[in-house]
């Protein structure tokens, strides 16, 4: 494991071990190595912004963003969001770490594709989100110090990452594509499933049991 990568080391607390651990053994290479990048950029951005935020938090938040993808934590009915953001919930309260701060990591995790809001929340939220929006999307690519930007794809590699993640998102919500109502990964549904109808919100309305 690498101790520092463009100027942000990496958390070696146990508790972060153990994280580590658990993305490793749950998940693949793909998402070992997205989550990294995106904690990287997130931790970058923040320090770039002189903001205040916990850097083992925002590592926490970052391995676990995706983790409600895998077979291990998916659940039934749930928005794979909130699946992971779950948890972390249930990882951290095994340790000893305040309230506040594991609901601080489970909005953290939950609002990672919630565009609009996760920005406007705390430090953690905030830069959690914009690592996965530069990862996933490239936004503030332009912005990011080309040096650093480097240093990170070279530490965990995108592989490829452009087409394999699409797919990685469907397989870990085709099971309940209904959660996806709302939110950005309905966008994915409709990639793969022919003639997919995604609900919509007029119509929730138009046809709601009121009478008027």
């Known amino acids: 494991m690498f101790q ?38 997130g ?14 938090l925002l590592y926490v938040s970052a391995l676990f963003h995706d983790l409600g993808l895998t077979k291990k934590y998916s659940s ?28 601080l990591v489970w909005d953290t995790i939950a609002l990672h594709t919630t565009i609009g809001i996760a920005e406007h929340k705390e430090s953690e939220v905030a830069l959690l989100y914009s690592g996965v929006g530069l990862d996933v999307m490239g936004d503030g690519f332009e912005q990011f110090p080309v040096a650093l930007r480097e240093e990170i794809v070279k530490a965990f590699p995108r592989n490829n990452f452009k087409q394999e993640i699409i797919p990685a998102f469907y397989e870990g919500f085709k099971h ?6 709302g939110n950005i990964k309905s966008d994915v549904c409709e990639f793969f499933i022919p003639n997919y109808k995604r609900k919509n919100f007029c119509d929730c309305i138009l046809h709601s049991p009121w009478s008027e």
């Open 76 to 103: 039934p009915d749930l928005r794979f969001e909130v699946d992971g953001a779950n948890a972390a919930r249930s990882f951290l309260q095994q340790y000893q770490v305040p309230a506040e701060s594991i609901r």
């Open 4 to 41: 520092e990568i463009a100027g942000i080391k990496i958390p070696d607390s146990q508790l972060a071990k153990d994280a580590a651990d658990i993305l490793r053994e749950h998940g693949d290479d793909l998402l070992w190595n997205h989550s990294n990048r995106v904690f990287l950029f």
């Open 43 to 56: 931790a970058i951005n923040g320090k770039k912004a002189k903001l205040n935020y916990d850097l083992e």
């Open 176 to 181: 309940k594509p209904e959660t996806t109502f």
